[in-house]
Structure formats: structure tokens, C-alpha cells
């Protein structure tokens, strides 16, 4: 499976913005890339997705680099309900349902 | 529409013993997949049932077993527990319309500990 890297760990202000990078330069033409949480004593749940273009959703947004070697989630306005463990994935089809999970970024939200 | 439930909750062992943790997917959902989640390892896939077949397997040894049954309800079996098979048990159900886009929707977890 590609691989991604991810910072350890991230900071941010509650109401503010927050941009968790990504970088998988070894990803394929046909990898999506999936952004997963996990906050604390929950199992992950799903955030968003994509393959070429920026998506939006009611959760965040998935800005991805022309190149698709990097992208960003953008949480607009982050919450003390956003922290958690943020985990960049790529989906191979031929992976099924499989998700490989990082380390991931543990987002912490000051008040 | 009612989540994905995992029982029991918590389970303590010894080890050399047997386990068996049980997961009802969302009404619907076909593909179940289990993972185990430990502080040192991080969520690493155990393995996928779909329509009652195992359809892909992660990197664990033969000791964890699992099994769907035609309701979509899964069970996954550890024999011989060992210290290290302390963990959280995840369960995960999708759709599997697609193998690169579809989301998996996870339960709380069992948390098992082998004293």
C-alpha cells in the first residue's frame, strides 16, 4: 500500500482554522485519499474523500495538490469536539474495504 | 438508522484461553472487517468477510479466526490468547459498492485485556 506521512501532532485556537497536511508522494493514479478520526474512546469515523478535485462537505474540506502528491484537510472552524486523531489513508482498488491506517495527526483544540 | 454494534464491551481473559467478540453491521451492510488497535501497533486490519467469504486478510497469525453469517453478522475467534492480543477489537461494516470509495462505519470497540 502507499504510504503517507502525517505530523505527529497539530495545535489550534477553537473558531479558528485548521489545515492538516498530508504528503503521499508514491500514491497511484487510481488512489483515492480518505481522511478518517478517531476521537478519544470512539471508534474512527469517516470524514471525507477525493481522487483529483477539492471536495467539500458538511464536515470539512479535502484540498488536494495538482501533482496529488499532497493534500490538506481544512476543518473551518474547528471545535473542542474536533480533537482527535486525524488519519490520511489511500484507497487502492484492489484493497477492498481494507483501510491502512498511519499514525495519524492528534489534533489538540484550545479554548 | 441503528450504528454498528459490537459485543461485549469489555472482556477480560487469561491467557491460553479462548475469545470469541461478536459485531451486527448496519441493516444493509455487507462487508464487515475487523481490526485491533494497541498503543505499539496503531489499527492494523485483521480481516474482511463479505457475503460470508473471507475476501481479504491482514498480516496476523492463524489464532485469529473469523466468520459471517448470512444476517451479515460477523464473529471473530482468537484462540491461545497471549499477553499481547490485549487490545481494542474494532468492527467496521460498508455498502462495498466500491473497493476504493466506500465508507466504512465503525463500532465502539471491545476492549479486551489477557491477564
Known amino acids: 500500500d502507499a504510504k503517507t506521512t502525517q505530523p505527529n501532532s497539530m495545535e489550534s485556537n477553537e473558531e479558528e482554522p485548521v489545515h492538516l497536511p498530508c504528503n503521499h ?17 470512539q471508534g474512527p469515523e469517516y470524514v471525507i474523500h477525493g ?20 493534500s490538506t484537510l481544512i476543518l473551518h472552524r474547528a471545535t473542542l469536539r474536533d480533537a482527535a486523531v486525524y488519519y490520511c489513508i489511500l484507497r487502492e482498488e484492489t484493497s477492498g474495504s481494507r483501510l491502512t491506517f498511519g499514525e495519524g495527526t492528534q489534533l489538540t483544540v484550545n479554548p | 438508522k441503528a450504528g454498528v454494534t459490537q459485543t461485549p464491551r469489555y472482556l477480560i481473559k487469561t491467557r491460553g484461553q479462548q475469545v470469541t467478540l461478536s459485531c451486527s453491521p448496519i441493516s444493509g451492510h455487507r462487508s464487515v472487517s475487523w481490526y485491533q488497535q494497541t498503543p505499539g501497533q496503531g489499527l492494523q486490519f485483521l480481516f474482511e468477510y463479505f457475503s460470508e467469504t473471507q475476501r481479504n486478510k491482514g498480516n496476523f497469525p492463524g489464532r485469529f479466526s473469523g466468520r459471517q453469517f448470512s444476517n451479515s453478522r460477523s464473529e471473530m475467534n482468537v484462540s491461545t490468547l497471549e499477553l499481547g492480543d490485549s487490545a481494542l477489537y474494532l468492527c467496521a461494516s460498508s455498502l462495498r459498492t466500491s473497493g476504493t470509495t466506500d465508507t466504512q462505519y465503525f463500532g465502539p470497540g471491545t476492549r479486551l485485556t489477557v491477564l
Open chain 1, 25 to 41: 508522494s508514491t500514491i497511484s493514479g487510481t488512489d483515492y485519499i480518505h481522511w478518517y478520526r478517531q476521537l478519544p474512546s
Open chain 1, 51 to 70: 481522487l483529483t478535485s477539492n471536495v467539500n462537505n458538511r464536515m470539512a474540506s479535502l484540498a488536494i495538490a495538482e501533482d496529488r502528491k499532497s
